[in-house]
C-alpha cells in the first residue's frame, strides 16, 4: 500500500510541504536482477524470456502440477531464487515479471493447494499472461506425499506462513528494481489451502497486500484437519462391509431425500439448498423399514449420516469443525468412501502430529488427538485471530467465500469466524467497510477460481479496492459442459438472493439480496 510521506519545512518565513511518493529509480534490466541484495535472498537466476521461440515451463508432477503442454507466449522477466530467513529452512519462489509496457501495475500472487510443495508454474503463466507480476513458492519443501515435516520444524513454519510472506516481501523489491517503482496495488486470490494463506497473511502480515481472496479457506487448519480425520473414521473405522458403512451407490438417495426436505424452502424449486443452516432435514426420513435396500438406509447408515452431518465435537458437545452440509451428498466420496481417509487429513496426522508414516486413522480420538495437534502446531499453522483491525487500518479489503457444497473444506465452520471478526471489531458496522463474507449455494469447492466467469470474486475485490465499491452481491453462473444454465446473485452474508416473484428462476436479474423469511 502506497504511503505518502510529507516533510514540513520553513526558510525565511516561507513554508515548502514536499510530498514525496515511492520511489521512482530507473528501471533495471531483467539480468541484472541476479545482483539484487537482501538479507536471506540468493537470486539463483534472472532471465529475460523472449518470444518466440514459445518457452514451456519445467514440468511438476501430481494433480497440481504443470499442466501437460502449458506454454508461456508472452515475453516476460523470469526470477528464480530462494531465502532462508532461518537456520533449517529454504523457501524456494519464482517471480514472473511482464514487460513494462505490458505490465498493469499491480502483483497478484499465486497460492499453493493442500500440502503441495512445488512452484505453481500453470498459475504463473496464467496471472503473468493477464499483465500481473507475480510469485510463486513452493512453501519451503520439494518433497511429495508428507513425510517432509518429520523432524522439521522450520519446514512446518514455512508451509504454515512464513513461505509466502517471505516471498511477497521479495516480489515487491523485485517488482521496484526491475521497473523502477512499486505496485499500484498488490493482491492474493486463492482457495482451499491458498484461501488459509491469504486468512494467515492479513491476521499475521497486515500490510504485504491490498486487497484479498480467500476463497473455501481451510481456516484454523488443525481443528480442519482433526475435523475431516473424524470424519473419515466415523465413515470408514470398521471398514466397507461394516452395517453403518454408506456406499457410494447411496449418495444420490440422500442428496434427494435432502433436496425434497429443504430445496423450496426459499421459495424456488431448483435443485439446490439456498441456506444449509436453515434445513432441519433427518436421513431417518428415509431409514428402510427392514433390511437393506437400494433407496433408503439401514438404521446404522442413518447413524453414520447424522454423525457426519453434525461434524466433530468435543466430550461437552463444544464444536470441533462443522460436518457436511444438507445437499452436499454428492461430494462425499472424497472423506468417506473409503477404504482409507483422505490423503490430505491422514497424511497431516501421520506427518506432522505424530511424525509416524504408519500411524493408523483406526486409532484417531478426537478429543486428544485434537488438542494435542493444537498444543503442538496451531502457533505456526492456525490462521484463527479475528482481530483484523490493523489490516482495516492499513485500509486493507477481504472477500471470504464458501461454497455450501464443499465437503474438502467443510463450510459452515467459516460463518463462526465472520461473526468472530464482527465481536472482535465492535459489530458489522465496524466490519463491513473492509470484510464481506459470501456463502455460495449449489457449488463444489473453489467455484470459479480457474473459472472467474463463474464466480469472479477478484473483480469485486479490485473494484472495491481501487474504485471504493463495495460488494454487495457478485453473480454467479452455473455452468454445465461450457453453457450456462442458471445465473443468480450471492449474496453479502446473511443475506440471501430472494426471487421477486416473477420471471424466470435461472435468470440473475429476477432475485434480490435480503433476510431469508423462510
Known sequence: MHKRKTIMCSCCSLLFVLTFLPDARAQQTCESLSAVKSPGLSIVAANAIKTPPDFYPPRTGGVFGTPAGLKVSNPFCRVVGYIEPAPGSHIGFEIWLPEPAAWNQRFLAVGNPGFIGSIS??????????????????????????????????????????????????????????????????????????????????????????????????????????????????????????????????YPVLHRAALDACDARDGVRDDMIADPTRCDFDPASIQCPAGDAASCLTAPQ??????????????????????????????????????????????????????????????????????????????????????????????????????????????????????????????VEQTRDFLRLFMVPGMGMCPGFSNPAAFDALSALRAWVEEGKAPDRIESAYINQGRTYRTRPVCAYPEVAIYKGSGSTDATENFTCGAADW
Request: charged share 25%; net charge negative; aromatic share 12%.
Open 302 to 427: 442413518v447413524d453414520t449420516a447424522r454423525r457426519i452431518y453434525a461434524g466433530a465435537k468435543f466430550a461437552d458437545g463444544s464444536p470441533i469443525y462443522s460436518g457436511f452440509e444438507p445437499g452436499s451428498e454428492l461430494g462425499w466420496g472424497m472423506m468417506a468412501a473409503g477404504p482409507e481417509p483422505l490423503g490430505i487429513s491422514n497424511g497431516f496426522f501421520q506427518g506432522m502430529v505424530f511424525e509416524d508414516p504408519e500411524w493408523d486413522f483406526r486409532t484417531f480420538d478426537v478429543e486428544i488427538h485434537t488438542r494435542q495437534a493444537e498444543r503442538k502446531l496451531g502457533a505456526a499453522l492456525d490462521g484463527k485471530d479475528p482481530d483484523l483491525s490493523e489490516f482495516k487500518g492499513q485500509g486493507g479489503k477481504l472477500i471470504i467465500y464458501q461454497s455450501w457444497g464443499e465437503t474438502a473444506v467443510p463450510p459452515r465452520t467459516i460463518t463462526g469466524y465472520y461473526q468472530k471478526v464482527n465481536d472482535a471489531l465492535g459489530g
Open 121 to 250: 508454474f500453470g498459475g504463473l503463466a496464467r496471472i503473468m499472461e493477464e499483465g500481473y507480476a507475480t510469485a510463486s513458492t513452493d512453501t519451503g519443501h520439494l518433497d511429495p506425499g508428507y513425510d517432509w515435516s518429520i523432524g522439521k520444524p522450520e519446514r512446518v513454519a514455512d508451509w504454515g506462513h512464513r513461505a509466502v510472506h517471505e516471498t511477497t516481501v521479495a516480489a515487491k523489491k523485485l517488482i521496484r528494481a526491475y521497473y523502477g517503482k512499486a505496485q499500484d496495488y498488490a493482491y492474493w486470490n486463492s482457495c482451499h489451502n491458498g484461501g488459509n494463506q491469504g486468512l494467515n497473511e492479513v491476521q499475521r502480515y497486515p500490510d504485504d497486500y491490498d486487497g484479498v481472496v480467500a476463497g473455501d479457506p481451510a481456516y484454523y487448519v488443525t481443528r480442519l484437519q482433526s475435523g475431516s480425520e473424524y470424519l473419515s473414521w466415523i465413515a470408514l473405522k470398521d471398514g466397507v462391509e461394516a452395517p453403518g458403512y454408506i456406499p457410494p451407490a447411496k
